[in-house]
């Protein structure tokens, strides 16, 4: 026999093989052919790995639009994804903020309140997007990359070996009906035969599925120390986030009433502190507060007199210009007040050094 003659049997062959499990179906659908049923515990497996492998999809497309939120930037990565390319390195939203600020206060001075303050939240808000950054990444090895090797990998072979098993039980059931239709004793003999091998290669095949889909558990253990690893990697980025923003609120404590003062307004009126969520309550009872609360009988003692006091520093403050001068927490310094100077503010004396300082920023000691 030739490689031809081969190749035409075999075609034939698969040909009525294809053949025999269509009619089969079909008749299985309209009720004409009886079907056999797989074991309750293989089906409750089936179940629950169309169930692992529906959710999974659902939680991993929606973290990437978490972590991505732009559609655009999301399929660009996908492109550059399969094409084993690197994505051009742009700026995230934080990043181009960040620079847009730290450009706008350069534009109007460094030296002016507004552009200090500006320089500095856009520094702040490029350190979130660095932040951002390291929390995609993370995302993306620790958590993301594990739930789609399970849809890309383990639950494609799942489903090659369980369209096999469908495959083995038509073949079953087709010689079953073969067997009900024999009439001759020779032909029945044939069929019994083939009964005996396919149901062997169905119950083999029921058997290499069962222990693919046994493994689910342990797919699920594996995403359950994944997703611990997501909200680490979260916990540790809103610290971030948290701690970035309750320095660069410590540094502003004191930028309104700067910035009333250079043009000429009143700053009598008090600025009220953000009000933080009381998760973070035992962290913001720390923060400078512009009210008139901070006013103690020391502070208008000392304004009212031509004394000096000793005061310690709460907070690191930098000098928004040349008048003013830098802090830094815990220091003791020398504070008094010169006449006609704005109530919330005192001049401080270190060594050879002195300036304008913050009262926010200070407690007078005895």
């Known amino acids: 026999m030739n490689i031809m003659d081969f190749n035409v049997k075999k075609l034939a062959a698969d040909a009525g093989t294809f053949l ?18 797989l074991d309750a515990h293989l089906e409750n497996l089936l179940s629950k790995a169309e169930c692992t492998k529906l959710w999974t999809e659902k939680i991993m497309k929606q973290t990437e639009v978490l972590l991505q939120p732009n559609p655009n930037a999301r399929i660009e990565e996908f492109v550059y994804e399969k094409l ?32 200090n303050a500006l320089i500095k939240c856009g520094e702040t808000q490029k350190r979130i997007g660095t932040a951002d950054r390291e929390l995609i990444q993370t995302s993306a090895i620790n958590f993301l990359t594990p739930l789609r090797n399970f849809i890309e990998g383990d639950y494609k072979t799942i ?48 058997e290499i599925t069962r222990l693919l889909l046994e493994g689910i ?5 594996h995403h359950l ?13 809103y610290a971030q986030c948290y701690q970035y923003m309750l320095d660069l609120q410590k540094q502003l404590g004191s930028f309104p009433s700067t910035f009333l003062s250079n043009n000429n307004q009143s700053s009598s009126t008090p600025v009220q502190s953000v009000s933080t969520p009381s998760v973070l309550a035992s962290a913001s009872a720390s923060l400078p507060s512009v009210s008139n609360s901070i006013v103690t009988s020391g502070i208008s003692e000392l304004k009212s007199s031509s004394g000096n006091r000793k005061a310690r520093v709460l907070y ?12 830094l927490a815990d220091e003791v310094i020398t504070v008094y007040s010169i006449p006609g100077m ?25």
């Open 225 to 237: 120390r994944c997703l611990n690893d997501f909200v680490e990697a979260q916990m540790t980025y």
């Open 20 to 37: 025999s499990r269509a009619v089969q179906f079909t008749e299985e659908k309209l009720g004409q052919a009886e079907k056999t049923e």
């Open 316 to 327: 690191d403050y930098d000098a928004a210009n040349s008048s003013e001068l830098s802090l």
């Open 159 to 206: 489903t090659k070996e369980r369209k096999l098993l469908q495959n083995k039980r038509l073949d079953l059931d087709a010689a079953k009906t073969r067997l009900k239709k024999a009439k001759v004793a020779e032909a029945r003999a044939a069929s019994e035969q083939e009964v005996r091998i396919t149901q062997s290669e169905f119950d083999r095949q029921a």
């Open 342 to 366: 704005d109530s919330d503010w005192l001049m401080g004396e270190r060594g050879n050094q002195k300036g304008k300082v913050p009262i926010t920023y200070l407690e007078l000691l005895n």
């Open 84 to 115: 084993d390319r690197k994505a051009p390195s742009r700026m995230n939203n934080p990043e181009l903020l960040g620079q847009y600020m730290i450009d706008a206060g350069n534009e109007f001075g460094p030296g002016t309140a507004y552009g």
């Open 217 to 221: 558990s342990s797919t699920h253990a």
